[in-house]
């Protein structure tokens, strides 16, 4: 089945921690709110930073969280030079490179309005207002073959806590208390070429744009402290104008062994993200958060089926590449907002 090679890039929640830095490194914290409740029936954010100004806390390339290049002290900083009030920040964002034969180095070039970091491989830019650019040449990552058994597919993967423990973690209060929860990006395909060649499967050779939140048991002493569920939006899929044409579409991550659940693209859009044209994806989650933890519990992938034990643990997007496609894609005015009930 074509939703098979989705595989998500964090192998547990704890890939999404921002840890401390080196010494050398930023000293100041971003300023976030620790109680996300306060005033939340107006709405709250529950993304930090979502115009990206703090940089990212960066891994070098590599496969799995447990290779030695994929180690703590292996972090780095990027920063872009557009925000000096935030040089000396610690970044809220992590940055994963999985898979791909290249590392950024720390320092960006101006890249029009923007700061870029690029390789011969892959080049993310950081614009103002918000403005992310990923592109990526799966002829270079994978050498002009498609390698369907290479275990770790090139990705690059942007991740934060929210509720979950770490450096910037903040309390939302548990699903049962939230009437809403509304999500928003705007996404364009700039330039996607799927460079198809012989051997390609459309079962397994993709290149997909998802944005993962976790919807994780964080209360303490609850049974299942710590699973989650994976609720996946799909703003883009090379394959399907429609990502995710299906209700109740869910799998099990071969990665984490936890429940994947697909919303529903027409619940978010009626655009084409294959347009070439900025398209909005929004709207509320809450449901469908909820609905993956009745369908986790019931496979026995959860131990809790309790709403009151689960929050937004954290979230990643980026790009999973696993055919040899040449694309560069775009996200803006990236929003996770809670409303609280009455």
Request: aromatic share 10%.
């Amino acid at each position: 089945m074509a939703t098979q090679i989705r595989r998500i890039a964090f192998a547990t929640f704890v890939a999404f921690s921002l840890l401390a830095l080196p010494s050398a490194a930023a000293e100041r914290l971003f300023p976030v709110s620790q109680d996300l409740q306060k005033g939340s029936t107006n709405g709250v954010e529950l993304i930090a930073d979502n115009q990206f100004e703090t940089g990212f806390s960066a891994t070098p390339a590599c496969n799995s969280p447990e290779e030695k290049e994929c180690a703590d002290n292996t972090r780095y900083v990027l920063k872009s030079p557009a925000f000096p009030n935030m040089a000396d920040v610690k970044p809220v964002w992590d940055l994963r490179q999985w898979g791909s034969r290249s590392t950024f180095g720390a320092v960006p070039i101006k890249y029009g309005e923007g700061y870029a970091w690029i390789t011969p491989d892959k080049r993310l830019v950081v614009y103002p207002g918000g403005r992310i650019e990923m592109a990526v040449s799966g002829e270079s990552e994978f050498g002009g073959q498609y390698r369907n058994e290479q275990p770790s597919k090139p990705s690059l993967i942007a991740g934060q806590n929210i509720a979950a423990p770490g450096l910037y973690h903040r309390d939302t209060g548990s699903l049962s208390g939230m009437s809403k929860l509304v999500f928003n990006v705007d996404f364009k395909k700039d330039y996607d070429d799927q460079n198809r060649k012989h051997g390609y499967d459309p079962n397994r050779n993709a290149m997909i744009f998802p944005v993962n939140f976790t919807v994780q048991n964080l209360k303490d002493g609850s049974e299942g402290y710590g699973q989650f569920v994976w609720l996946q939006i799909n703003p883009y899929d090379d394959r399907n104008e429609v990502a995710v044409s299906k209700q109740d579409q869910e799998m099990t991550d071969m990665g984490t062994s936890m429940s994947i659940y697909f919303v529903p693209t027409s619940s978010l859009t009626s655009g084409n993200a294959h347009s070439g044209e900025w398209v909005n994806f929004r709207g509320d989650i809450l449901p469908y958060a909820i609905r993956s933890i009745e369908i986790a519990y019931r496979k026995g992938l959860l131990k809790s089926n309790d709403i009151s034990d689960y929050k937004i643990g954290g979230l990643n997007i980026g790009y999973e590449l696993s055919g040899l496609n040449i694309a560069t894609l775009q996200i803006r005015n990236l929003s996770l907002k809670m409303f609280s009930k009455k």
